[in-house]
Nanobody, 124 residues
Framework: QVRLVESGGGLVQAGGSLRLSCVAS????????MGWFRQAPGKERAFVAA????????AYADSVKGRFTISRDSAKNTVYLQMNDLKLEDTAIYYC?????????????????WGQGTQVTVSS
């Protein structure tokens, strides 16, 4: 059974940084594409970033390009999301997810296992 546990969320001032982590278990991490999504109050869950297992390809939402970086450590079965220059609109619950796609999938329906999420709050 796939299990994903996110951590690293918290309260940060605008312009600050946070690093989220997601530890995966219950399968073969090296063949999983890992994604980060976020859901703000009253909004639908939205794609943030993904790291495909085939060719180490990555993808980002336009709103986070140049500020967020996704990476993975196969030895630790962990995917990270480094978030810099945080803005008020980055406030959301951030979810880690697994996809069987070999590429950095950007579509929510491509992911079939989800973590419980970690809250990120950016204050002015």
């Amino acid at each position: 059974q796939v299990r994903l546990v996110e951590s690293g969320g918290g309260l940060v001032q605008a312009g600050g940084s946070l690093r989220l982590s997601c530890v995966a278990s219950g399968g073969t991490f090296s063949t999983w594409t890992m994604g980060w999504f976020r859901q703000a109050p009253g909004k639908e869950r939205a794609f943030v970033a993904a790291f495909g297992w085939s060719g180490s390809n990555t993808a980002y939402a336009d709103s986070v390009k140049g500020r967020f970086t996704i990476s993975r450590d196969s030895a630790k079965n962990t995917v990270y999301l480094q978030m810099n220059d945080l803005k008020l609109e980055d406030t959301a619950i951030y979810y880690c997810a697994v996809s069987a796609s070999p590429w950095a999938a950007m579509t929510l329906s491509m992911y079939n296992n989800w973590g419980q999420g970690t809250q990120v709050t950016v204050s002015s």
